[in-house]
Nanobody, 121 residues
Framework: QVQLVESGGGLVQPGGSLRLSCEAS????????VGWFRRDPGREYEGVACISSDGSSTYYEDTAKGRFTIIRDNAKNTVFLQMNNLEPEDTAIYSCAHPPGGTCRGDFGFWGQGTQVTVSS
């Protein structure tokens, strides 16, 4: 089946770390840029990070910059989001998605189901 599957979420204390995975099945992910997005109740989805298909360009939401790192491993057909120094405000459902092409532009129209990240003391 053609899908994106996120994993790696969980409950952590402030200052903790998580490594999220976005694994593609049924297609080759290295053709596409991949973005991570998040949402919580009452919020719109916001972009957190994105990486181009060749890994040469990365982008981060302002509050994520310096704390989060997006990495891709095309051999594993997977994109990771390393999240360090997590804060309660990072609590959300995190989903990965890809646009039609290899740059972090356009319509991110294909999504995974998401993984819950909860940061709480």
């Amino acid at each position: 089946q053609v899908q994106l599957v996120e994993s790696g979420g969980g409950l952590v204390q402030p200052g903790g770390s998580l490594r999220l995975s976005c694994e593609a099945s049924g297609f080759t992910l290295d053709y596409y840029a991949v973005g991570w997005f998040r949402r919580d109740p009452g919020r719109e989805y916001e972009g957190v990070a994105c990486i181009s298909s060749d890994g040469s360009s990365t982008y981060y939401e302002d509050t994520a910059k310096g704390r989060f790192t997006i990495i891709r491993d095309n051999a594993k057909n997977t994109v990771f989001l390393q999240m360090n120094n997590l804060e309660p405000e990072d609590t959300a459902i995190y989903s990965c998605a890809h646009p039609p092409g290899g740059t972090c532009r356009g319509d991110f129209g294909f999504w995974g189901q998401g993984t819950q990240v909860t940061v709480s003391s």
